[in-house]
């Protein structure tokens, strides 16, 4: 039976067979100490605590007034040693919150409350208070997604299982060793969106998962929840290729999953709703995978919030000479760091250590328009045009061929046979453009302020 998928889209090599049989397992940072961004998603944040302050676990130390702000927590119990500027993924500097455990393990978590019973408007403000944003990597603010607006009608949720990325395995380890909470999160997704039925999406390269999905559904008397398998392709885990093969929709150009009827939910974010209402839990810890041609064993790791990955090397993560790329999430979409010294965050997926052999060190040629870019693409836009329009300054043309809908997969690249860096290009088109429509709003707004 042919598997529901999308048009284009890659088959690169998926190593996962380095970390899919290792379950998930506790680290701990070996300086216990934790260096926590102030933002993981949504507006900008600012600190509500000051150096020398003694924090408990689950406490708020970071927020802001904005309708998408998600406050940040401490993820240890200890005391507030520095705020400052520190590396995060991505390679910029944004503001932390460094805490030294003090030996304790106090927490302050929320009471506990039933999502069914409560009004939705504190179900939604339950969500927010506990930081919850997406987990898949867009750090989305989940409770702006699940506070669907009156004109969009919501008929499925989709839990995205698919884990499309090249070596990381952590929702599939999540999938086997967590489903209850998924069920949980999913069923309290389809009642404050109001959706009749809910989908958790899997590749079929975990189909192997399958059967003990369907036991903990039915065991839960959630007929409304099902799950379906897809084509085992890149990146099927993308918003509107998961959409597609799922509902076989199309989400409009420059609009959200709620435009085509759906809210799309990862499986760590699902597991977070459930520990925020059950527990009264905030979101503190984050699951990862790492792995790579450099790691002694992959593993798959929980952490709390903040540990710096080289705080787990030697102690945890124990790897072989050779490094020669460290990245932050997966080969595709992730980003490569200088070094290990940067903070695991609420969206990070997985980190990989790689060897020479795993990594392209081919230099950029010119363009030969072969068209393999315009093939592999998912989102059926035509990479070379959005390129070359980038590479010329005009980006009124960028944005014509679709620079601002591309989802920045890396399947064009992959293909790509004069290895042109075109996600580069892409994402520096996109940041000149979103400078140009940000000045025009501030110049009208002079203009109407006048």
Do not use: W
């Not at 309708?67 to 390679?91: D, L």
């Not at 490569?336 to 081919?362: C, D, H, I, R, Y």
Request: glycine letters at 10%.
């Amino acid at each position: 039976m042919k598997l529901p998928t999308f048009k284009g889209g890659i088959h690169p090599p998926e190593n996962k067979e380095l970390s899919s049989a290792y379950a998930i397992e506790e680290a701990m940072p070996s300086t216990k100490t934790v260096v926590i961004p102030i933002t993981q998603g949504g507006a900008p944040n600012v600190p509500c605590v000051s150096v020398g302050n003694s924090v408990a676990k689950g406490q708020i130390i970071a927020d802001g007034t904005g309708a998408f702000s998600v406050p940040v927590h401490a993820s240890i119990a200890g005391i507030v040693k520095k705020i400052e500027p520190r590396i995060v993924t991505g390679n910029t500097e944004a503001l932390c919150i460094i805490i030294e455990a003090d030996g304790t393990d106090r927490t302050s978590y929320l009471a506990p409350i039933d999502p069914y019973s409560c009004e939705k408007a504190a179900a939604i403000e339950r969500i927010r208070q506990c930081g919850i944003v997406g987990m898949g990597g867009a750090a989305f603010p989940a409770h702006v997604k699940l506070n669907v607006p009156a004109d969009k009608k919501i008929d499925c949720v989709i839990a995205n299982a698919a884990e499309c990325e090249p070596y990381l395995t952590i929702d599939s380890r999540t999938l086997v060793e967590e489903t209850e909470k998924i069920v949980d999160g999913l069923a309290i997704s389809l009642h404050l969106t109001g959706a009749k039925r809910a989908v958790i999406a899997v590749e079929d390269n975990k189909a192997y998962a399958v059967e003990h999905i369907k036991e903990v559904i039915a065991k839960s008397g959630k007929s409304d929840i099902s799950v379906q398998l897809l084509k085992t392709k890149y990146p099927q885990g993308g918003e509107k290729m998961i959409v597609k093969a799922v509902l076989g929709r199309e989400i409009p150009s420059g609009k959200l999953p709620a435009d085509a009827g759906c809210v799309i939910q990862n499986v760590g974010t699902l597991i977070a709703m459930s520990d925020a209402f059950r527990l009264g839990k905030p979101l503190i810890e984050r699951s990862l995978t790492i792995s790579g041609g450099c790691c002694e064993t992959a593993k798959n790791l929980r952490v709390p919030v903040g540990t710096l990955i080289g705080d787990l090397i030697p102690e945890v993560i124990k790897l072989k000479p050779g490094v020669k790329k460290i990245i932050s999430g997966g080969p595709m979409m992730g980003f490569s760091m200088m070094n290990a010294q940067f903070p695991v965050q609420k969206n990070t997926s997985g980190v990989l250590f790689l060897s020479e052999k795993e990594v392209s060190l081919l230099a950029e040629t010119p363009c030969i328009g072969c068209g393999n870019c315009v093939n592999a693409c998912p989102c059926r836009l035509a990479p070379v045009l959005i390129m070359r329009s980038v590479k010329a300054g005009d980006l009124n043309d960028a944005v014509k061929y679709g620079l601002m809908d591309c989802n920045e997969c890396g399947s064009c690249a992959y293909v790509c046979p004069a290895k042109v860096r075109l996600v580069q290009y892409f994402r520096l088109g996109k940041m000149k453009n979103r400078e140009i429509m940000a000045k025009k709003a501030a110049d009208a707004k002079k203009g109407a302020d006048k």
